[in-house]
């Protein structure tokens, strides 16, 4: 069974920083793109930024040059470092598992964890 | 705004059939595969369709899918209370190299 199990999320003031993580199970997580998606309360999906099993990274132009995807195979674990946060940055975090290959589906989903940015 | 174009919200009674639509471009839904998700109230999203119209295990084949060019649509017969949710679409798009999401249909069963 797959497991996805985010972590990291909290309050942190405006401008600030915060390092999300994601810990992968139930599959062979070197074969896998994973992506993080967000919703900000009350909004829609927003997908944030993705990275394939090679190691390719993309982001969505909300993010980028704020935000670094990252994962270590070895502990089959995700990451998403995001730094200058502002209150539009406020949301659950999803991790995704895709189909496979970067622009593939995303099949399976954690629970998600809220990241508020406030002063 | 969202890079695809879903209806707000859409209802129909039990028993009965809905579709609900999602509108893209060349760059994103006619040129990748659609899928689609379901989120009740508080959960994460659930994956209904993939490659625009296959089923992962578990999924009953009340829920449906299909593309045509820019635009897709998920179908649902036989409602059920319990298919009250946020229903979205999602591709990849190949000019942004990112993954985008409709805006979300709000499926109420009357």
């Known amino acids: 069974e797959v497991q996805l199990l985010e972590s990291g999320g909290g309050l942190v003031q405006p401008g600030g920083s915060l390092r999300l993580s994601c810990a992968a199970s139930g599959f062979i997580f070197t074969s896998y793109a994973m992506s993080w998606v967000r919703q900000a309360p009350g909004k829609g999906l927003e997908w944030v930024s993705g990275i394939s099993s090679g190691g390719s990274t993309y982001y969505a132009d909300s993010v980028k040059g704020r935000v670094t995807i990252s994962r270590d195979n070895s502990k089959n674990t995700l990451y998403l470092q995001m730094n200058s946060l502002g209150a539009e940055d406020t949301a659950v975090y999803y991790c995704?598992?895709?189909?496979?290959?970067?622009?593939?589906?995303?099949?399976?989903w954690g629970q998600g964890t809220l990241v508020s940015v406030s002063s | 705004q969202s890079v695809l174009t879903q209806p707000p919200s859409v209802s129909a009674a039990p028993g009965q059939k809905v579709t609900i639509s999602c509108s893209g471009s060349?760059?994103?839904?006619?040129?990748?595969?659609v899928s689609w998700y379901q989120q009740l109230p508080g959960t994460a999203p659930k994956l209904l369709i993939y490659?625009?119209?296959k089923r992962p295990s578990g999924i009953p084949d009340r829920f449906s899918g299909s593309k045509s060019g820019t635009s897709a649509t998920l179908g649902i017969t036989g409602l059920q209370t319990g298919d009250e949710a946020d229903y979205y679409c999602g591709t990849w798009d190949s000019s942004l190299s990112a993954g985008v999401f409709g805006g979300g249909t709000k499926l109420t069963v009357l």
């Open positions: 995704a598992k895709t189909g496979g290959y970067i622009s593939s589906w995303w099949g399976d």
């Open positions: 060349s760059s994103n839904i006619g040129d990748n595969y």
């Open positions: 490659e625009n119209n």
